[in-house]
């Protein structure tokens, strides 16, 4: 397998997490075999450990493990759901939300695969899924679930070249498709009283319903015009201040990081379709961005390639 990826360049604005997961595993016994930024605030590592203990508490970003190799040997002390096994095997999955706590004692050669997503990650999937807050629905921990479309995932992002720019843009898609995997299978709704208590620092539903259609339909239109922050303001009926502040309360980053995430992944649409092709120029004023040039540097930040690595990938 390859090994030692470089990092790919991020986004200026909302970055993947510095994961607390990822900073408990280097200070361990556990081995990285190799990482990536994939873009979108999404991380990817392949670790190898054994006879090891290690442990979380409350890491502040929701993690997705699926073993690659053993698991039979690993033991945990934590939260579980009834539908867990009672110990990992080669393709069991675990999920590590935000909030949880676990210690793991691992016997035997375990390799596996990590996925870490931001906040911002995960409140677009909650918005675009589930039309709903995004803080009132968290993951749900899993210990040795079973899956096969998460344990496809593993094999085949485990199988792609992470320093080849077309392959880690292949891994970016794949474990974007997952996400929306993990929304469905395993996002569960807080407790009533701890979402009505959330929702107090964050944008009403109403409004952030209307601040997201307007943000998608200036960008399907092209146009920018309508998406300051002053603009975004008056439509929640709320000060600049505190509309950015509720904004990332509600959505997990900035008002400016989530319009650049949804510009780039409408440009990656629009770059990856066969028909028709697009100029990049076309593709630029399509999205809103200034010029062909502008559009290469946000990618490139954004999404970590440029619009012709992108085109290739798709």
């Not at 990822?22 to 930024?37: G, I, P």
């Not at 999205?287 to 946000?298: D, E, F, Q, T």
Request: with cysteine.
């Amino acid at each position: 397998m390859p090994t030692n990826a470089t990092l790919a360049p991020s986004s200026a604005t909302d970055t993947a997490p510095q994961s607390h997961v990822f900073a408990v595993l280097s200070q361990s016994r556990a081995r990285l075999e190799r990482q990536a930024e994939l873009g979108n605030s999404l991380r990817l590592a392949q670790w190898h450990n054994r006879e090891d203990r290690t442990g979380y508490s409350r890491p502040g970003h929701h993690t997705l493990s699926v073993y690659l190799q053993g698991g039979q040997d690993v033991r945990v002390l934590g939260e579980r759901s009834s539908q867990d096994a009672a110990h990992g095997q080669p393709g069991s999955f675990c999920v590590l939300p935000a909030d949880h706590e676990s210690q793991w004692q691992i016997a035997g050669d375990l390799r596996f695969v990590h996925l870490y997503l931001s906040d911002g990650a995960w409140a677009q999937r909650i918005v675009q899924l589930l039309d709903a807050e995004p803080r009132a629905y968290t993951l749900a921990p899993r210990i040795f679930g079973q899956d096969p479309v998460l344990a496809g995932w593993a094999q085949q992002v485990a199988g792609l070249d992470w320093n080849n720019t077309v392959q880690r843009l292949q891994a970016h898609q794949l474990s974007e498709a997952v996400l929306d995997r993990l929304v469905l299978l395993a996002a569960r709704p807080h407790a009533r009283d701890r979402a009505l208590q959330l929702a107090k620092g964050g944008l009403a539903p109403a409004a952030r319903r209307r601040v997201l259609a307007t943000i998608e339909a200036q960008l399907e239109a092209g146009l920018s015009e309508g998406l300051s922050l002053a603009a975004l303001a008056a439509l929640a009926n709320l000060s600049e201040f505190h509309f950015a502040r509720m904004f990332r309360n509600s959505l997990g980053c900035s008002p400016h990081g989530w319009i650049s995430q949804r510009r780039a992944a409408r440009a990656r649409t629009l770059l990856q379709q066969r028909r028709p092709v697009l100029s990049l120029a076309q593709v630029a004023a399509d999205c809103g961005y200034a010029s062909a040039s502008h559009l290469s540097r946000s990618l490139k930040a954004d999404l970590g390639a440029t619009p012709g690595e992108w085109r290739r990938a798709g």
